[in-house]
């Protein structure tokens, strides 16, 4: 049985008339378990394979062979398919016209799956959102299950529909499953594959060379198989009059749920946040109150983990009303650490979009801020890749000077690393 447990940090004080308070919410998880094994339901896998023509032999060899490993790594019981998507989306397996389009894993299944993959070859177009829509419409062709996950591998732009089709494809699949997404060789437009994941509740990432591949998707595959509390929410309540200014996930990679809320009562908001293994996952909860005087105290949120109507763990966000300045000027570490660290993917981002329209004044400017940032915070891995792409005078100082030439695979490293965080605590 899983259980839950969060601890809140933050500066509960508040000067005289102060209004805004912001904590850190710590959630973690034990005892997870398998997927699909917790009772409440079953849990379903597609595997997404990219067989455009631009995927070629070397990439589409790769990807085959990966998605034979990612296979080899779901527990037997699980209902899973395999979608082949060029400008179509094709069911590759199982090989069915109507019904159930998923079959449970076993020996004769997999096999069966692996052969059909065996005979991916790489033609046509790219057009991911009717790849999306095949998967939404496969998994609900199995009723109960509760935990639905896509690992999609791509190696091109979305040049057969439109950005309006690709739109309503990820609207339409938004909230039913998550897709953890990868891309392999520099021609994607991260933007584009981020903007499913993140829609997706999953993770983007690059895979610069495809003799990775396997090694990736049997990972993601066995995270997968680890996740065995299905569908989570993170349940925020805030007193009459109070205003919620932003929740987000800051850890382990930045995600704004803010707008992804969903009323439970007048006062109390539901955020999804997908399926759980063991792990911790830390929120930046920041509530707007009505301003009050010195001495006064309020609880600003409670802020709940529940799946269904089972709540699991809960924290308490606090406000006092003070006149010492040494309380109320305090910055919480957390809070200061994780701000930074949203900061940092944005200054990433923004860096990286104007360095590729040629504005090289903001870009150096961005990404010297996103190197001092990620210096103070001690973010290894953003600091490292940040020095693939500008050469560092003074880090402290955010002092930095664009390199004159960058692979293209550098550049599209950091952007896909720019939403993980670093952790305060051990």
């Known amino acids: 049985m899983a259980e839950f447990t969060s601890a809140v940090y933050q500066n509960e004080f508040l000067p005289d008339g102060g209004t805004d308070v912001n904590a850190i919410v710590t959630i973690r998880c034990t005892g997870a378990g398998a997927a699909g094994r917790t009772g409440s339901g079953d849990a379903g896998e597609i595997v997404v394979v990219d067989t455009s023509g631009s995927m070629g032999v070397a990439n589409m060899n790769a990807a085959k062979q990966a998605a034979m490993i990612a296979l080899d ?51 046509g177009g790219t057009a991911m959102g009717t790849w999306l829509n095949l998967c939404k419409a496969l998994f609900g062709s199995i009723a109960n299950l509760a935990q639905k996950h896509v690992i999609l591998l791509t190696d091109g732009e979305n040049h057969n ?46 895979i610069g060379d495809p003799s990775r591949l396997s090694a990736v998707f049997a990972e993601l595959m066995r995270n997968s198989m680890a996740r065995g509390v299905a569908n989570a929410d993170l349940r925020v309540w805030i007193p009459q009059g109070a205003q919620v200014l932003f929740i987000r996930q800051v850890s382990p990679t930045v995600e704004d749920l803010t707008h992804r809320g969903t009323p439970v009562n007048q006062l109390t908001m539901s955020y999804p946040t997908g399926s759980w293994g063991d792990e911790e996952r830390d929120y930046h909860i920041a509530v707007r109150l009505a301003a009050k005087t010195v001495g006064q105290e309020q609880l600003a949120a409670r802020v709940q983990l529940a799946v269904g109507p089972d709540l699991l763990t809960q924290g308490l966000v606090k406000a006092k009303w003070s006149a010492d300045m040494n309380l109320t000027a305090q910055i919480n570490p957390e809070v200061a650490h994780y701000t930074g660290q949203a900061e940092l993917a944005q200054v990433i981002q923004e860096g990286l979009a104007a360095k590729a329209v040629g504005d090289e004044a903001t870009a150096t400017t961005k990404l010297g801020r996103a190197v001092q940032l990620a210096t103070e915070s001690g973010n290894a891995e953003a600091t490292s890749k940040l020095r693939k792409v500008v050469d560092i005078t003074d880090a402290r100082t955010g002092t930095v000077r664009l390199k004159k030439a960058v692979d293209k695979v550098d550049e599209m490293a950091l952007d896909t690393a720019s939403t993980k965080t670093t952790r305060i605590r051990g």
């Open 73 to 123: 790594n779901i527990l037997d019981g699980t209902y899973f398919a395999v979608v082949a998507g060029n400008h179509k989306a094709y069911l590759a397996y199982p090989m069915v016209q109507t019904g159930a389009g998923m079959v449970r894993m076993d020996a004769r299944t997999r096999a069966e799956a692996r052969r059909a993959i065996s005979f991916f070859r790489a033609e």
């Open 161 to 206: 529909e439109t950005q309006a089709q690709l739109d309503a494809a990820i609207a339409n699949c938004a909230g039913d499953f998550q897709v953890d997404a990868r891309g392999v060789g520099v021609d994607w437009k991260v933007a584009e594959i981020r903007k499913i994941a993140q829609a997706m509740l999953g993770t983007v990432d690059i």
